[in-house]
């Protein structure tokens, strides 16, 4: 994942402290319900589109953009999934962060999936039933998405 300009600021004066942080993650359906997913530039796996919101930045508009930069597929968000606040992740320079994640379910409206920028190796639309390994994070989060009825998920303890 690329550090926006914003958190390279913050991370000038805080060093490799925990930062709380925000988070979407875009649950993309298209008009045949496969889920719009891609492969991860920094670890190799597939995974949901997501990532941070800029500053003042609305979840709704960051998971638009998100999904246009990584993939090239125009997106209308539809509602929130789920809000769950993660563990912290150290990554490789020590920086410690910790996500508070909103997910949305999103539907395709137009553009062609692709990779779009340096963040993803592959993208693709994939059928429910013929999903790549995928990391629980986001199984949860297409199960989530997929029904239709449940309201949004949150962690109730």
Known sequence: MAIPDFIRTIRADAGHQLLWL???TAIVF??????LLGRR???GKW?????????????AACAVREV????????????????ESLDPVTYPNGDICQFMDITLRCR?????????????LEVGW???????????????????AMAEEQPTWFDRT
């Open 22 to 24: 925000p988070g979407v």
């Open 30 to 35: 298209d008009g045949e319900g496969r889920v």
């Open 41 to 43: 530039a920094d670890n």
């Open 47 to 59: 995974s949901a589109i997501g990532g941070m919101p800029d500053p003042g930045e609305q979840p």
């Open 68 to 83: 246009f930069e990584e993939t090239a597929v125009h997106c209308v968000p539809e509602r929130v999934v789920l809000v």
């Open 108 to 120: 395709a409206v137009g553009g062609e999936a692709r990779v779009n920028d340096d963040e993803s």
């Open 126 to 144: 994939f059928a429910l039933d013929q999903l790549p390994d995928l990391h629980e994070f986001s199984l949860f989060r297409i199960k989530q």
